[in-house]
């Protein structure tokens, strides 16, 4: 792929301290950008873990911390980061850094061009600061075109300024491989027995009650059948809890978090996400399609943009255990349908790529920066060394 021909200054903030779909999304972009050429700078909490995952690959970082007292400073930090580092693009990604971002951008000279990525399809309000925040950037990035047009009916953004660029997938990491026989013998798989799995950070709306129900249902009808759960999270006890509740300890793989997730998912025979709410096109489905893997998952947020019913997979109503279950059942059960979406999956994956969305990327810098002279390089600053 060819870069783009004019390299800029990208200052992203970031005020989550966590490590799901959206720090992932964040990190994969300014891993892919400076490899393009440009100049990457992130800003965020440095008891985040996108932060110091970015500290360890030596970008220019700069902590800022977010909340109560500390959200003024953060904004007077970032109004002198803004003019000082030089910044062409000024990308927020939480609500919170958002308008900090928005307020440190509205009062200077010489401002950046704003954008501003929504990863969640959660619903937003409709009062009149969310809609300044969401009107002002030249443009909205969103990880689904389910996402952009929420922002365009409760917000009123206009349709030329949402771009829904889904986050890419490396077709080099997932790839279809068998399954590691010794990865299988230390979680005690029984043979023969139907793999299913799922890949999330664990959360509520992820469905894994829904889905732990579904699988009560199959083993109730006979079927040999394990799931894994891959991730850690803060619903875990309630998952516990629930695998307790159904008897199903003998039955379900909770592995926790997972760096190197290609192993987990060729052990999987199914991949399944039982989500009800807030997803774009999730990270893990389009993982699990390059990898080959059959689908079930849910009608909500961006997986209809990916899953075809009866095309790519299976899709079943959010919330709906018995209706999970069904589409578990009927691929479990059939071989050749199973093989079909095999064959689908990594030529859908190929439509998701990191290169095609770090293309996308660049073409919308392209569309909505000046065409003008850039200024001049900003001099290297040190990582971590930045605003306080």
């Given at each position: 792929?060819?870069?783009?021909?004019?390299?800029?200054?990208?200052?992203?903030?970031?005020?989550?301290?966590?490590?799901?779909?959206?720090?992932?999304?964040?990190?994969?972009?300014?891993?892919?950008?400076?490899?393009?050429?440009?100049?990457?700078?992130?800003?965020?909490?440095?008891?985040?873990?996108?932060?110091?995952?970015?500290?360890?690959?030596?970008?220019?970082?700069?902590?800022?911390?977010?909340?109560?007292?500390?959200?003024?400073?953060?904004?007077?930090?970032?109004?002198?980061?803004?003019?000082?580092?030089?910044?062409?693009?000024?990308?927020?990604?939480?609500?919170?850094?958002?308008?900090?971002?928005?307020?440190?951008?509205?009062?200077?000279?010489?401002?950046?061009?704003?954008?501003?990525?929504?990863?969640?399809?959660?619903?937003?309000?409709?009062?009149?600061?969310?809609?300044?925040?969401?009107?002002?950037?030249?443009?909205?990035?969103?990880?689904?075109?389910?996402?952009?047009?929420?922002?365009?009916?409760?917000?009123?953004?206009?349709?030329?300024?949402?771009?829904?660029?889904?986050?890419?997938?490396?077709?080099?990491?997932?790839?279809?491989?068998?399954?590691?026989?010794?990865?299988?013998?230390?979680?005690?798989?029984?043979?023969?027995?139907?793999?299913?799995?799922?890949?999330?950070?664990?959360?509520?709306?992820?469905g894994h009650l829904y889905l732990l129900e579904a699988l009560k249902y199959l083993l109730e009808e006979g079927l040999s059948a394990v799931l894994i759960i891959v991730g850690e999270g803060p619903y875990r006890p309630v998952i516990e809890e629930k695998v307790q509740g159904l008897d199903l300890a003998e039955q379900v793989r909770l592995v926790g978090h997972q760096e190197w997730i290609p192993d987990w998912l060729a052990l999987m025979d199914d991949f399944v996400l039982a989500s009800y709410a807030h997803e774009g096109v999730p990270q893990a489905l389009l993982q699990a399609l390059a990898m080959g893997k059959p689908v079930v998952a849910t009608r909500t947020g961006g997986i209809p943009e990916v899953i075809i019913p009866e095309e790519t997979g299976l899709l079943a109503s959010p919330r709906d255990s018995r209706a999970l279950a069904r589409a578990m059942s009927r691929l479990a059960r059939d071989a050749s349908l199973r093989e079909r979406f095999s064959q689908q999956g990594p030529q859908v994956a190929s439509l998701f790529s990191l290169d095609r969305m770090a293309d996308a990327l660049e073409a919308l810098y392209a569309e909505i920066m000046p065409a003008g002279p850039l200024p001049a390089s900003s001099p290297q600053v040190s990582p971590s060394k930045g605003a306080s």
């Open positions: 792929m060819t870069g783009s021909p004019r390299s800029y200054t990208i200052l992203h903030t970031e005020s989550s301290l966590g490590w799901g779909g959206q720090e992932h999304r964040t990190f994969a972009e300014i891993r892919l950008l400076r490899e393009r050429g440009h100049r990457l700078l992130l800003a965020g909490d440095p008891r985040g873990e996108l932060y110091r995952r970015s500290v360890g690959e030596d970008f220019v970082t700069f902590p800022l911390e977010f909340g109560g007292t500390r959200t003024w400073g953060a904004w007077l930090a970032l109004r002198r980061l803004l003019q000082q580092e030089r910044v062409d693009i000024l990308n927020t990604h939480s609500s919170l850094d958002s308008w900090v971002g928005f307020l440190a951008w509205l009062t200077i000279k010489n401002r950046p061009t704003l954008v501003r990525t929504r990863h969640l399809s959660t619903p937003v309000a409709t009062n009149w600061p969310t809609r300044r925040l969401y009107r002002a950037p030249a443009a909205v990035i969103t990880t689904s075109r389910d996402i952009s047009e929420l922002l365009h009916q409760r917000l009123g953004v206009p349709r030329q300024r949402l771009h829904a660029i889904p986050t890419g997938v490396s077709l080099t990491d997932f790839t279809p491989r068998p399954p590691d026989s010794n990865l299988a013998a230390g979680l005690g798989l029984p043979p023969g027995a139907f793999i299913f799995g799922t890949v999330s950070v664990l959360r509520s709306w992820k």
